[in-house]
């Protein structure tokens, strides 16, 4: 989502911006802006399209000054262009704005009709001209800020920079994430503490309802009532190297290929393999009085949720409900006492899974997060915080954090089930050593990344592609046709392998390439049953098994992709790999932007 950025130094501050707006790409890229305050005047430059528009622009024409604010934009209020993009700007106030300001209508009409011209379509400029009013009526920037906040509906993170006040930024933050980055003689804000990585690790988290006044010599930080409050400033691991694409060629690629370590990386402290137990972080509930789960999430996190219910009903005989979190709140849930809620999301931010999360709490549920982001929103609200480790992911595809939150997920369910008496030592014992076996046979499934990418023509010509699974794979047939979606453009649909009979086998002809999932194991049987009827309607299948079911089912195949033989608890993380390894070689064939799809941004911060 949209990447917001400021500094107030003594040197120069565009080049700075521009790296800072640089790490945050991945979070939006249809425009991008910059404004500095330099001689009395607010110096703004925007471009539409990649950053490397505005990095020209700049090069033509600089923003000279030490303070400044920028921003990289995913559209939600208006077409990406230059005049929507941020800052918005009046003749005394420069603002960017993460989130959606939902009145933004009659905030709207109110200012039109005072006779204020507003440039752009979108419903962040609003903010702009309503802080500039108050300004312009002689207000101090702190008094403007605190006379307008009240009056915003919805979401927002704000940068605010001020004409007259060339010293200071104000930041603003609710409903979407904001930090405050400290350094000697400079101060920063930014979306997140991997925007301000390379600028400074001393990071302090706004809660929300905050806002802050930023000065060369600090911050001092006003709750929603205005009281001045102290938020602590943490030392930040995120690294400006752990940014980099390396000798990758996308950093889908890389992160691909870093999945054996970061699961292991994980795994590591989830799991005590000298005693074959599984361990969590500190929690202060009563695991075993857990009656029901609630898994909510959005997206891939969804199906590692959907992987998840498979588990934690298998072992640990609780009852499980599945939701997609941007439908959660909005059904009217019956959530019974007792219920574990359960989110999961990479960046710990996913507006619709906050959200979920928040409804869950005020109801009475214990909340746990598997999140990738242990200071996200999330992480700092739940009874029960379970990290991933798996290092920043930039990809929009996502794909380690994917593989790592099944490895904490398998944790939890074994440790559910341990807790709920379901389990015995050795049962637990018999799952770490299971777990303990993933990342070298993730390592092996990328060993067929070269066969992948031979057979990825065969599929990038296709117009729609069906991917089948049963079980626990059935999940990954989704995020396999999932991870085609979005970086190939190309339709894909997947079903459990059993569904297919009942709607879409309608779709079936030789143009229809048919992915199936299916690991040697107790369903395989069935699961070739499914692929035998494709086959007798003329339809092309790729199977991706292991060497046994590959020599009971290949023969006949358009292509087969081998995987190493693994233990069904296991397979999901495994068959995750091709899946993955076919939508990036089937993107690279058509040429797309695999890092950068069409429409898409990470960490989903607007409803
Ligand atoms: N609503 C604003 C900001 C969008 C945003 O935060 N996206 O993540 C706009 O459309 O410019």
Redesign the pocket.
């Known amino acids: 989502?949209?990447g917001i950025i400021g500094i107030v130094s003594t040197a120069p501050v565009a080049d700075r911006l521009l790296e800072g707006l640089r790490r945050m790409e991945y979070?939006?890229y249809d425009s991008a802006g910059v404004c500095t305050l330099h001689d009395g005047a607010l110096v703004r430059r925007r471009a539409e399209g990649k950053l490397a528009n505005l990095a020209a622009e700049l090069a033509r024409n600089p923003a000279p000054g030490t303070v400044g604010i920028a921003h990289t934009?995913?559209?939600?209020?208006?077409a990406p262009t230059t005049s929507?993009?941020?800052p918005h700007a009046t003749g005394e106030v420069a603002l960017v704005?993460?989130?959606?300001?939902e009145n933004y209508k009659p905030l709207r009409e109110e200012l039109l009709a005072e006779g204020r011209t507003l440039e752009?379509e979108?419903?962040?400029e609003v903010v702009a001209h309503l802080v500039s009013r108050e300004v312009e009526d002689g207000a101090s920037p702190e008094a403007a800020v605190a006379a307008v906040l009240p009056r915003l509906r919805g979401?927002f993170?704000l940068a605010i920079a001020f004409r007259a006040h060339p010293g200071l930024l104000i930041g603003a933050r609710l409903g979407?994430p904001l930090v405050v980055g400290y350094a000697d003689g400079e101060m920063f804000l930014g979306s997140d503490a991997l925007a301000l990585a390379g600028l400074t690790q001393r990071i302090a988290y706004l809660e929300e309802g905050d806002w802050v006044v930023v000065t060369r010599e600090g911050a001092e930080i006003r709750d929603a009532e205005g009281a001045a409050v102290e938020r602590p400033v943490t030392t930040s691991g995120a690294s400006a190297a752990a940014v980099e694409k390396g000798n990758y060629r996308h950093y889908m690629q890389k992160e691909i290929f870093e999945q054996p370590t970061v699961v292991a990386q994980t795994l590591s402290s989830y799991l005590r393999p000298a005693e074959g137990r599984v361990a969590l972080p500190q929690f202060d509930f009563d695991l075993s009085a857990i009656r029901r789960v609630t898994i909510v999430a959005c997206g891939t996190s969804f199906y590692a949720g959907m992987v998840a219910k498979y588990w934690f009903e298998q072992f640990a005989r609780v009852p499980v409900d599945l939701d997609v979190a941007s439908e959660f709140r909005y059904r009217e849930p019956v959530l019974e006492e007792g219920g574990l809620a359960l989110f999961i999301s990479q960046s710990g931010e996913t507006a619709d899974t906050l959200a979920a999360l928040r409804h869950c709490k005020a109801a009475g549920q214990t909340i746990a997060v598997v999140v990738n982001v242990p200071t996200s929103s999330m992480a700092r609200e739940a009874d029960l915080l379970l990290p991933t480790h798996a290092g920043p992911e930039i990809g929009v595809a996502s794909t380690k954090a994917f593989t790592c939150q099944l490895a904490v997920l398998a944790a939890l369910a074994a440790h559910l089930a341990v807790a709920k008496g379901r389990l015995s030592r050795e049962e637990e014992a018999e799952i770490v050593r299971h777990l303990l076996e993933a990342p070298a046979a993730l390592n092996a499934a990328l060993d067929h990344d070269e066969d992948i990418e031979a057979m990825a023509p065969l599929v990038a010509g296709a117009r729609d592609v069906l991917y089948l699974g049963r079980g626990a794979d059935y999940p990954l047939a989704l995020e396999g046709a999932l991870k085609l979606k979005e970086i190939s453009y190309i339709h894909a649909e997947g079903y459990a392998s059993g569904e297919m009979k009942h709607g879409p086998i309608a779709l079936i002809d030789e143009h229809v390439p048919v992915i199936v999932l299916a690991p040697s194991g107790p369903l395989f049987e069935k699961t070739v049953s499914n692929m035998e009827e494709v086959r007798a309607r003329g339809g092309r299948v790729v199977l991706i098994s292991d060497e046994d079911g590959l020599a009971e089912a290949g023969a006949g195949c358009l292509a087969t992709i081998a995987m190493p033989r693994v233990h069904p608890l296991i397979a999901p993380l495994v068959y995750a790999v091709p899946v993955q390894l076919l939508a990036y070689h089937v993107a690279c064939v058509k040429g797309t932007d695999v890092d950068q799809p069409r429409n898409l941004?990470k960490s989903?911060?607007?409803e």
Do not use: L, Q
């Open positions: 989502m949209c979070r939006g934009r995913w559209a939600t209020h208006g929507n993009a941020h704005h993460n989130g959606i300001i752009s979108t419903d962040s979401a993170a979407s941004a989903v911060t607007v």
